[in-house]
């Protein structure tokens, strides 16, 4: 079955940096759109950036652009999520997510994992 699971969160100071992983498994990587959302306590799950198949299109939230960078190896079955300058308010669990489109909207994505801790806090 279709698996993804992330990996690289933590704890971090604000202005730290952290990179997320996501492997994926039982499914042809290449042919799906990547995505990362995440989840703040007491909200709903928001859009923070996605990649196209072949990682030549890419597109963030206004609030994570020029700080965090996704992208992915088609080689390795894994996306990525680069993370700096992080922010208090970057603090959330963040998931990723695959699907047949390039889409913000969650319900759009087929396919997810299971969640990653990302904490900034000094």
């Known amino acids: 079955q279709v698996q993804l699971v992330e990996s690289g969160g933590g704890l971090v100071q604000p202005g730290g940096s952290l990179r997320l992983s996501c492997a994926a498994s039982?499914?042809?990587?290449?042919?799906?759109?990547m995505a990362w959302f995440r989840q703040a306590p007491g909200k709903e799950r928001e859009f923070v950036a996605h990649?196209?198949?072949?990682?030549?299109?890419?597109k963030y939230v206004d609030s994570v652009k020029g700080r965090f960078t996704i992208s992915r190896d088609n080689a390795k079955n894994t996306v990525y999520l680069q993370m700096n300058s992080l922010k208090p308010e970057d603090t959330a669990v963040y998931y990723c997510?695959?699907?047949?489109?390039?889409?913000?909207?969650?319900?759009?994505?087929?396919?997810w994992g299971q969640g990653t801790q990302v904490t900034v806090s000094s």
């Open positions: 997510a695959a699907g047949r489109w390039l889409a913000t909207t969650a319900t759009m994505y087929d396919y």
């Open positions: 039982g499914l042809t990587f290449s042919s799906y759109a």
């Open positions: 990649i196209s198949r072949g990682g030549g299109s890419t």
